[in-house]
């Protein structure tokens, strides 16, 4: 069985950075599909950033050129660096893998002054 533990979210100011890491177990981060979603309050799930087929990547919109996905295949750990946060990206954050639908538990991450 896949699991997925997230870590790294918190608090941070408007323009502020933060770093959620993912720990995989039982399955590999180099697979195709690996992604982070994230949950406002009142919000649906949304995909964040995830990585297609090989090393192509994908990201909302409204985060590219600010979030940026990596892995580190050794570690076995996904990653996402997150700059210049906003208010409007708080919210539950999961790492997980669309393909093989399975994900974390989610580390929370408020932007607020």
């Known amino acids: 069985q896949v699991q997925a533990v997230e870590s790294g979210g918190g608090l941070v100011q408007p323009g502020g950075s933060l770093r959620l890491s993912c720990q995989i177990s039982?399955?590999?981060?180099?697979?195709?599909?690996m992604s982070w979603s994230r949950q406002a309050p009142g919000k649906a799930r949304e995909m964040v950033a995830g990585?297609?087929?090989?090393?192509?990547?994908r990201y909302e919109d409204s985060v590219r050129g600010r979030f940026t996905i990596s892995r580190d295949n050794d570690k076995n750990t996904l990653y996402l660096q997150m700059n210049n946060l906003k208010p409007e990206d708080t919210a539950v954050y999961y790492c997980?893998?669309?393909?093989?639908?399975?994900w974390g538990q989610g580390t929370q991450v408020t932007v607020s002054s």
């Open positions: 997980g893998n669309l393909l093989y639908n399975y």
């Open positions: 039982g399955g590999t981060v180099s697979a195709s599909g």
């Open positions: 990585f297609l087929s090989g090393e192509n990547t």
